[in-house]
């Protein structure tokens, strides 16, 4: 496979489709695809394993972001004597879109999106809710 073939085939593992409908998708003949994965054992499970962890890696990042973290960063500083390391932190606050995102495909009975009968959460007025408050807080 080309270099390009070789690039669309990760891109579309990344996006969780299966290794049949790839070969399919890049119109490569059943033969030469299995006799690929065959000769290539870690390029198919690189790209089962690319299938399944992509998801999870942005799920996490969500999840993170929705509960807010701390940033390190290092970086030298010219001192007169020579440098001298720095470390920097900075604090990323929860961030309330990315909770109610993961809460309602995370907790649907809960965070669907309407109001129900179990007292189910108004999630676009809770948002919006939220918003008002932050914005008072800024002024």
């Known amino acids: 496979m080309t270099e390009n073939e070789l690039k669309f085939v990760s891109y579309l593992a990344r996006d969780g489709m299966k290794l049949e409908d790839i070969r399919k998708t890049v119109g490569i003949k059943k033969d030469e695809w299995r006799k690929y994965l ?3 054992p870690e390029e198919k499970r690189r790209l089962e394993l690319l299938r399944k962890t992509t998801d999870y890696a942005v799920e ?9 973290y701390t940033s390190e960063e290092h970086r030298e500083s010219e001192k007169p004597n020579g440098s001298e390391a720095v470390t920097t932190y900075k604090e990323v606050p929860p961030d309330v879109r990315a909770a109610a995102l993961w809460l309602k495909f995370r907790r649907a ?31």
């Open 60 to 68: 996490d990042a969500l999840l993170k972001r929705a509960l807010g």
């Open 38 to 40: 065959r000769e290539n």
């Open 109 to 139: 009975d809960m965070w669907d999106g309407k109001q129900n009968e179990k007292g189910g959460i108004d999630v676009e007025e809770a948002i919006a809710e939220l918003d008002r408050e932050a914005n008072n807080e800024d002024e």
